[in-house]
Nanobody, 119 residues
Framework: QVQLQESGGGSVQSGGSLKLSCAASGDTRCMAWFRQATGEEREGVALIAAHGSTTYADSVKGRFTISRDNPKNSVFLLMNSLKPEDTGMYYC????????????????WGQGTQVPSPH
């Protein structure tokens, strides 16, 4: 069983930055961030393997950076140049298989942290 706890969501100015954190326990070979805007389907934002390989959604490439601290079983998402369309509930996820996690076919998800519309 994997447990995930996100933190870091909150008010931010348009064009500003925000860093999300996720503390995890269990199998965290692959970790990821997903987001879901109101009325929209959940989508993958960024994914990182244990050895550091990453995948990003096209909409966030060059603006967001995913990183992890393996000894602390934590994953982070640094979000720069925030836009209104980045608004949503951000979920931390973890699982043993890179592609299955990214395609939401297998994995565990946290409860989420809200990133409101930049003002």
């Amino acid at each position: 069983q994997v447990q995930l706890q996100e933190s870091g969501g909150g008010s931010v100015q348009s064009g500003g930055s925000l860093k999300l954190s996720c503390a995890a326990s269990g199998d965290t070979r692959c970790m990821a961030w997903f987001r879901q805007a109101t009325g929209e389907e959940r989508e993958g934002v960024a994914l990182i393997a244990a050895h550091g390989s990453t995948t990003y959604a096209d909409s966030v490439k060059g603006r967001f950076t995913i990183s992890r601290d393996n000894p602390k079983n934590s994953v982070f998402l640094l979000m720069n140049s925030l836009k209104p369309e980045d608004t949503g509930m951000y979920y931390c996820a973890a699982g043993p298989n890179y592609l299955k996690l990214w395609n939401e076919r297998a994995g565990y998800w946290g409860q989420g942290t809200q990133v409101p519309s930049p003002h």
